[in-house]
């Protein structure tokens, strides 16, 4: 048995990732930011607990030299850590419960450093949080994907459907989108998704508007993650990134989180990702189906080799949301209206997902028969009805307007 102890020793050695406390900072606003210093990106489980109110944070993978022990000011008890097992778990006890935000972990120059940070909320009866959902907002930059007629490119196309999506999500309580690209940025593969898990995303909606050598081929389609591809048109779409893809794995950075790696330690973890995935890809589809403007290209959800889906632990889905090698989705998703569908479609279908997926100690959990939307500049009722997939008449009875004007900072219940 001891003629394997070298190597087990050299991989912990390699894969091992040092914890240090930083501080915790107090902001005039009465935000509170908890800081440690790490040595790589690692994969975390953050989570709350009541009955003592704490929250947690599992570090998989992660030692500390030191540890950590410190008292502070209300609403913070007492900030301490221990090893369990293969992780280094950080237990934040409280006085009461607050309104949190999973763990950010930032690239610095002295490592990853990682940030949670927390705010008093005495309106909360328990510790509760933000759903987090990475949207990423296919090609960009020097990639333009595919081309469509009048030089129609998928990366525009891409990113005024992820814009749309954001803008859904930043206003409506309980979520908070993270963009992976907001511009005509080049983004690596595997930037995609180690920007996800930097963030801490909770799910991971990759949009894309491919092209085919067909351009009688059209219509939207769902992927998940696997190594065989499921049609002939999955096959070609995941040919045609693999080059890419082959010079992107060898461009890992020293303080990236290797999912490769992960996927072969974590195998329990991976398949249930992958069954998750494939509830949230179902939810979407049957969303995009109920478009009227919108054709189907596969009425199930599809499967195709594509890197920036397989992280460990983060559902991820691809939404191909037309072929723009085709007039007919080229003219849709040219369109506003169109684009905007496709958002709408895959929002409630995240949404559909988390209510029957709840995820512990998050707001979405607090209802679950109507969302409450805050009412930006320019929005006017038609457009938000339109946004949520409900009538005016039913924003307005439910909400008791009697037909009148709607202004800022208003919070509007959205029922389903």
Known sequence: ?????????????????????????????????????????????SYSQEDPSRL?????DAYSKESISEIYNYPIKQIKSNKDDDHTKIVIDLYDDVFWRKP???VTDSGILLNL?????????QNARDIIVAIDAGHGGKYPGAVGPNNILEKDVTLLIAKELE??????????????????????????????????????????ADGFKLSSVKG??????????????????????????????????PTDFDEDYAREQYPEVYEKKIEQSKILGSKILDQLKKDPYTKIH?????????????????PSVLVESGFITN????????????????????????????????????????????????IQKGDVLSEIAIRFGVTVESIDEKNKLNNKPIYPGQTLKIYF
């Open 167 to 208: 803008r859904t999500l930043r206003d409506t309580k309980g979520y908070q989108p993270v963009m992976i690209r907001d511009g005509d940025q080049t983004v690596s593969l595997n930037d995609r998704f180690q920007i996800a898990r930097r963030y801490g995303a909770d799910i991971f909606i990759s949009i894309h």
């Open 104 to 106: 950010i972990q930032e």
């Open 327 to 374: 007039p007919e989705d080229a003219a849709r998703l040219k369109g506003k209206p169109g684009r905007r569908m496709i958002a709408r479609s895959i929002f409630l279908g995240i949404n559909n997902y988390f209510i029957e997926n709840p995820v512990s100690g998050t707001l979405i959990n607090e209802n679950t028969d109507h969302l409450k939307y805050t």
């Open 56 to 60: 947690v944070l599992e570090i998989n």
């Open 1 to 45: 048995m001891y003629k394997f102890l070298p190597i087990l020793i050299f991989n912990y050695f390699i894969y091992a990732n040092e914890i240090a406390f930083v501080g915790i900072d107090e902001q005039k606003d009465g935000e509170i930011n908890i800081s440690l210093i790490l040595d790589k990106v690692a994969y975390i489980n």
């Open 298 to 314: 596969k009425k199930n959800v599809e499967y195709a080799d594509f890197r920036v889906l397989k992280s460990i632990d983060i």
């Open 117 to 125: 940070k927390l705010n008093k909320d005495k309106s909360l009866e």
């Open 220 to 253: 939207a389609s769902v992927f998940i993650w696997s190594e065989e591809a499921s049609s002939t048109i999955a096959r070609n779409l995941s040919d045609t990134k693999r080059e890419r893809i082959l010079a992107e794995i060898k461009n890992l950075k």
